[in-house]
């Protein structure tokens, strides 16, 4: 199974950018998915995750109200919307796939995107 993410990229304070990864290999519509993110020195932080079918989502508490995770299941595809970035949301941005959410750690990563948020 490959994730491919996409989307990464410098954006001023205040704006907005939509993440991508695209899933190959295996059945998507079988995998819950999530993103991760680690910014230098940092510990790989949970930023969202949502079921197979996209009826329940989840987000950690930096991230809600201002990230948005969705899924399309015919092109094997999972976003984050992300809005009202904050250099503080600079880093790596990881996409992930795995059996159930309680084990989306668990389960196969992509090599990552980068998000830069300028001050």
């Known amino acids: 199974v490959q994730l491919i993410e996409s989307g990464g990229g410098l954006v001023q304070s205040g704006g907005s950018l939509k993440l991508s990864c695209v899933v190959s290999?295996?059945?998507?519509?079988?995998?819950?998915m999530a993103w991760f993110r680690q910014a230098p020195g940092k510990e790989r932080e949970f930023v969202s995750t949502?079921?197979?079918?996209?009826?329940?989502?989840y987000y950690g508490d930096s991230v809600k109200g201002r990230f948005t995770i969705s899924r399309d299941n015919a092109k094997n595809t999972v976003y984050l919307q992300m809005t009202a970035l904050k250099p503080e949301d600079t880093a790596v941005y990881y996409c992930?796939?795995?059996?159930?959410?309680?084990?989306?750690?668990?389960?196969?990563w992509g090599q990552g995107t980068q998000v830069t948020v300028s001050s």
């Open positions: 992930t796939a795995g059996s159930s959410i309680a084990t989306i750690h668990q389960g196969y």
């Open positions: 290999g295996g059945t998507f519509s079988a995998y819950a």
């Open positions: 949502i079921d197979r079918d996209g009826g329940d989502t």
